[in-house]
């Protein structure tokens, strides 16, 4: 594919260069402008972090990270070389590392994006405003993950890895961003090469739809009815839910360590610190467990704490879509005769 310029005697070749030639730095000129301009790339895409990792023992950084209109994470992978590297097993290991980002995350995550930018705007309301949605109580993410690969170029090899991981169900997309100068100015033409735009719908259609049905599942007012004892609590939010059947285990004598373990994927309960002066039960736990907003994460409520060996502990608030199979293996587990659950809508 080449660009030409049109005069009314010719037809003109602008010849291609490099990024490099063009001295545009990957991290601090393409992912700089690309953040604020991420359409190019990924329509209905809003950026809610750079270079973000937070997670234990890595230092691996995800150039780019949004959430598009149906609630699905977006990991974003930007290159200047000319084939593109390993990038897509690097996205790969991005991707399966926050897919299990819930949307308290997501909001606090983009928050903290906006601060470190000196923006001073409200992200959960842009984030909720950008979904569609009206309240974020019971909404949560779509739980898919979209994974997009910007480059110069791409070699065959890599390409041929995205087509096959596209034909297993994958939404990764190779973004070929190619940079010319003329007359002093430096143009990019940017195509999506895999899936090929023309046969886009043929190739993502089903699977769009799917995902569309997902979130619109995962958003849905899901209520639970929990009976304690033989007292039924009904209309019960998803983190309300959890909060009974943890209290209610934790009075039947299960450790903490017990309920935490029998969870792989969320801690639920969580010491709290030992009184400090000035300093509330939240803001004790802000500071141990490096949380910057307190009431979004754990249960505050003076009823809300459970007692274990002398010990306080505090229950998370953030469960979304698989509330119900957390509740079905804390049953199952623990075998509570004074416990049950059952999904009313």
């Given at each position: 594919?080449?660009?030409?310029?049109?005069?009314?005697?010719?037809?003109?070749?602008?010849?291609?260069?490099?990024?490099?030639?063009?001295?545009?730095?990957?991290?601090?000129?393409?992912?700089?402008?690309?953040?604020?301009?991420?359409?190019?790339?990924?329509?209905?895409?809003?950026?809610?972090?750079?270079?973000?990792?937070?997670?234990e023992?890595?230092?691996?950084?995800?150039?780019?990270?949004?959430?598009?209109?149906?609630?699905n994470?977006?990991?974003?992978?930007?290159?200047?070389?000319?084939?593109?590297?390993?990038?897509?097993?690097q996205?790969?290991?991005?991707a399966?590392?926050?897919?299990?980002?819930?949307?308290?995350?997501?909001?606090?995550?983009?928050?903290?994006?906006?601060?470190?930018?000196?923006?001073?705007?409200?992200?959960?309301?842009?984030?909720?405003?950008?979904?569609?949605?009206?309240?974020?109580?019971?909404?949560?993410?779509?739980?898919?993950?979209?994974?997009?690969?910007?480059?110069?170029?791409?070699?065959?090899?890599?390409?041929?890895?995205?087509?096959?991981?596209?034909?297993?169900?994958?939404?990764?997309?190779?973004?070929?961003?190619?940079?010319?100068?003329?007359?002093?100015?430096?143009?990019?033409?940017?195509?999506?090469?895999?899936?090929?735009?023309?046969?886009?719908?043929?190739?993502?259609?089903?699977?769009?739809?799917?995902?569309?049905?997902?979130?619109?599942?995962?958003?849905?007012?899901?209520?639970?009815?929990?009976?304690?004892?033989?007292?039924?609590?009904?209309?019960?939010?998803?983190?309300?839910?959890?909060?009974?059947?943890?209290?209610?285990l934790?009075r039947?004598?299960?450790?903490?360590l017990?309920?935490?373990?029998?969870?792989?994927?969320?801690?639920?309960?969580?010491?709290?610190?030992?009184?400090?002066?000035?300093?509330?039960?939240?803001?004790?736990?802000?500071?141990?467990?490096?949380?910057q907003?307190?009431?979004?994460?754990?249960?505050?409520?003076?009823?809300?704490?459970?007692?274990?060996?002398?010990?306080?502990?505090?229950?998370?608030?953030?469960?979304?879509?698989r509330?119900?199979?957390?509740?079905?293996?804390?049953?199952?587990?623990?075998?509570?005769?004074?416990?049950?659950?059952?999904?009313?809508?």
């Amino acid at each position: 594919m080449a660009i030409y310029q049109l005069t009314d005697t010719e037809i003109k070749r602008i010849k291609p260069t490099t990024f490099s030639k063009l001295s545009v730095d990957e991290r601090y000129d393409l992912q700089r402008i690309l953040r604020d301009n991420i359409g190019v790339l990924a329509p209905d895409v809003l950026v809610i972090s750079e270079e973000f990792g937070r997670w234990e023992d890595s230092r691996r950084r995800i150039d780019l990270l949004g959430i598009d209109r149906d609630a699905n994470i977006v990991v974003i992978e930007l290159k200047r070389t000319e084939d593109g590297g390993h990038m897509e097993l690097q996205a790969i290991r991005y991707a399966a590392m926050v897919s299990t980002l819930t949307f308290e995350q997501a909001c606090e995550i983009y928050e903290d994006y906006l601060d470190s930018r000196d923006i001073d705007l409200d992200g959960r309301e842009i984030l909720l405003k950008h979904l569609g949605w009206d309240s974020s109580d019971e909404n949560e993410l779509a739980g898919e993950v979209r994974i997009v690969l910007a480059s110069a170029e791409f070699s065959k090899e890599l390409t041929t890895a995205v087509l096959w991981l596209n034909d297993a169900g994958v939404d990764i997309r190779c973004v070929r961003m190619k940079p010319y100068e003329h007359d002093g100015q430096r143009l990019l033409d940017v195509q999506q090469l895999v899936p090929l735009p023309e046969a886009a719908d043929y190739v993502t259609g089903v699977r769009d739809k799917q995902q569309r049905r997902k979130a619109k599942r995962s958003r849905s007012l899901v209520r639970f009815s929990v009976t304690v004892d033989g007292q039924t609590h009904s209309n019960q939010p998803k983190r309300r839910a959890i909060l009974r059947v943890v209290q209610a285990l934790v009075r039947n004598g299960v450790s903490p360590l017990e309920i935490n373990e029998a969870i792989p994927w969320r801690q639920v309960l969580f010491e709290v610190p030992p009184p400090e002066e000035h300093l509330s039960i939240g803001e004790r736990l802000a500071q141990t467990y490096d949380y910057q907003r307190p009431k979004k994460m754990w249960f505050l409520g003076e009823e809300d704490f459970v007692q274990h060996e002398g010990t306080t502990y505090a229950i998370a608030k953030q469960w979304g879509v698989r509330t119900e199979e957390a509740l079905k293996i804390l049953i199952s587990t623990f075998h509570p005769n004074n416990i049950s659950f059952e999904v009313e809508s």
